[in-house]
Every structure is written in C-alpha cells, then in structure tokens.
C-alpha cells in the first residue's frame, strides 16, 4: 500500500520560513516524478511546484518562483519544499503527491496524495 505523509505545515507570520517534508512507501520512489500541490479555502487545488526522479529538472508556479524550493532525498524516500518570504496568501492545506506514470514532469492527475499539511501565513 503507497502511503504519501507529510509534516512541517503551522503558523507563521509573514515574511517567515517552514520546511515542509513527505515521506512516501510503498511503492519504488527513486524513479518517480514528485510535486507539491496547495488548496486555499474557497479555491480549487493548485500545482505549486514538482521535481523529475532524480532531482535535476524543478519546476514552480510563478507566484512561489525565488521563494519555494522542492528537492528530494531518493535513499530517505522523502520530498522536500523550502517555503521562505511567506506570504498570508500562501496559506493554503499542502498536498504531497506521486506520480508513478512519470519520470520527469508530474502531470495534473498524481496516482496518489498525501492526506495534506496545513500552512496559515499571518499578516
């Protein structure tokens, strides 16, 4: 059984920093392309930024680029997001997600997420 689960989500004022981490079993991890995904109340769930199975090739929305990071440690089985200069319009429940389909790019429909992280960013 795969199971995606994060941790590192909380409050923080704005212009702060958290490190949000997902370990996943289960499942081979070390060929699979890795994202993070947000959903703010009131919003459909967005991409915030993905990473291809050996780490070389990220990817961002623009509203995060210069600020998250993504990264993984294949031999952890653990994906990573950096989140510095916080904004209270971050604040959004954080979705880890796989996508065992592929390699380099995960696409708008991961094989499986996380149970999610909740980010409150205060002003």
């Known amino acids: 059984q795969v199971q995606l689960v994060e941790s590192g989500g909380g409050l923080v004022q704005a212009g702060g920093s958290l490190r949000l981490s997902c370990v996943v079993s289960g499942r081979t991890f070390s060929n699979t392309a890795m994202g993070w995904f947000r959903q703010a109340p009131g919003k459909e769930r967005e991409f915030v930024a993905g990473i291809s199975w050996s780490g070389v090739s990220t990817y961002y929305t623009e509203s995060v680029k210069g600020r998250f990071a993504i990264s993984r440690d294949n031999a952890k089985n653990t994906v990573y997001l950096q989140m510095n200069s916080l904004k209270p319009e971050d604040t959004a429940v954080y979705y880890c997600?796989?996508?065992?389909?592929?390699?380099?790019?995960?696409?708008?429909?991961?094989?499986?997420w996380g149970q999610g992280t909740q980010v409150t960013v205060s002003s």
């Open positions: 997600a796989a996508d065992f389909k592929n390699m380099i790019r995960i696409s708008d429909g991961p094989d499986y």
